[in-house]
């Protein structure tokens, strides 16, 4: 079935520790993205990438980095600079620019990101 | 802020009643979009409006739209137990490809 994979599900991670979330996608998707979610709130932008080889940062992009090798693959790493990486983190993506572009998501399952 | 604000935070309804809510934003866009999350899991397009139409339905959706006021709503009719969730709004700014969240309004629907 074609969708958005997110692995792991669940993560622990101690202070001063990197961690990098999986986010593959089967759907033949131009454009990935990242967003942070705080209890309680809404969807904060991390990092975006329209095409491979290339992304930019969203709203919150520090102590975060991304790469984007392969059209499928968007892996983000929450790096020891980030001050408060608890969170729960969605990857998403949706079919890119384009006239016809809706901008619809489609998401991953998340991952919930856990410091001790 | 970039993000939308959405009210009320959270609403309680009985199965059959229908819910209503709301969203503001802050800039001009090109669409506006609604999503449906499950507690820890992730989103659910529920349903898309253009900035040129004023509303659009979709089975028990009805999505208002009014660009002069910044605002959409969001009704679900006949509400059912499995409709509660967190349901959020987000618009796509025009000349960009970033779609900008609200803060989400949580619904609880008692059977």
Known sequence: DGGITQSPKYLFRKEGQNVTLSCEQNLNHDAMYWYRQDPGQGLRLIYYSQIVNDFQKGDIAEGYSVSREKKESFPLTVTSAQKNPTAFYLCASSPGQGRTNTGELFFGEGSRLTVL | ?111
Not at chain 2, 38 to 45: A, I, K, M, Y
Not at chain 2, 69 to 89: E, G, N, P
């Open chain 2, 1 to 111: 802020s970039q993000q939308g604000e959405e009210d009320p935070q959270a609403l309680s309804i009985q199965e059959g009643e229908n819910a209503t809510m709301n969203c503001s934003y802050k800039t001009s866009i090109n669409n506006l979009q609604w999503y449906r999350q499950n507690s820890g899991r992730g989103l659910v397009h529920l349903i898309l409006i253009r900035s040129n139409e004023r509303e659009k339905h979709s089975g028990r959706l009805r999505v208002t739209l009014d660009t002069s006021k910044k605002s959409s709503s969001l009704l679900i009719t006949a509400s059912r137990a499995a409709d509660t969730a967190s349901y959020f709004c987000a618009t796509l700014w025009i000349n960009t490809d970033k779609l900008i969240f609200g803060t989400g309004t949580r619904l609880q629907v008692f059977p």
